[in-house]
């Protein structure tokens, strides 16, 4: 059912996985805009992720001046193709890693080691759901070879790290044999890409 009174003339459609910054930022500015999000969940099947916002975004025609997707390409064939028939734009990047690091630092940190693993708040809080039971190695830890036998470093790009955050992502790599890093990063470029979206007419 659409809603005959929107709450801001400004829609932003974030993944679940970056809702919560998306909010703290928008806080931070004072933006009257909406927020929505889609479950991060999606990630563990991709497509879900261009159909369920393509609902979205049929169902909520007309509604809003303006639509801004928080979302990387991650993997979701075909979103940039569902934003362009409703003529929506998405904050750039590849991937929440690259927004949360920066373009130059994290080709840097791929350059220097391309097999590295990439924790972010939201992941390290949801790693036991979204990764250990997500692929299925809660029940079959034998895959791990499988999925993660190319990496060789484990970056934690942290939003608003707590010891306990630090320490678990340094047992993680620990259990698998890797070396870790941690680098704070904020919101990193999420923030700024974001602020030049919202504040372009």
């Not at 999000?37 to 909520?60: E, F, G, Q, R």
């Amino acid at each position: 059912m659409k809603e005959a009174h929107p709450k801001a003339d400004t829609l932003v459609i974030a993944c679940g996985a970056l809702a919560k910054e998306t909010k703290e930022i928008i806080d931070r500015h004072g933006w009257s805009v909406e927020l929505k999000a889609l479950p991060a969940i999606y990630h563990m099947t991709p497509l879900k992720i261009t159909t369920n916002l393509d609902v979205m975004l049929d169902a909520l025609d007309g509604q809003y001046a303006r639509v801004i997707v928080v979302y990387g390409e991650c993997g979701a064939t075909g979103i940039d193709d569902v934003l362009a028939r409703h003529d929506v734009v998405r904050v750039s990047g590849p991937h929440c890693y690259e927004m949360y690091a920066g373009a130059e630092p994290f080709d840097q940190l791929m350059a220097e080691e391309p097999g590295t693993f990439f924790l972010t708040d939201w992941l390290l809080r949801a790693y036991e759901k979204a990764v250990l039971r997500g692929l299925g190695l809660d029940k079959h830890p034998e895959l791990a070879p499988l999925y993660f036998g190319n990496y060789r470093r484990l970056v934690y790009l942290s939003q608003a790290p707590t010891e306990k955050l630090i320490n678990k992502a340094q047992t993680i790599a620990t259990s698998m044999g890797w070396t870790f890093e941690h680098r704070h990063v904020g919101y990193g470029e999420l923030e700024t890409r974001l602020v030049n979206l919202i504040t372009t007419p």
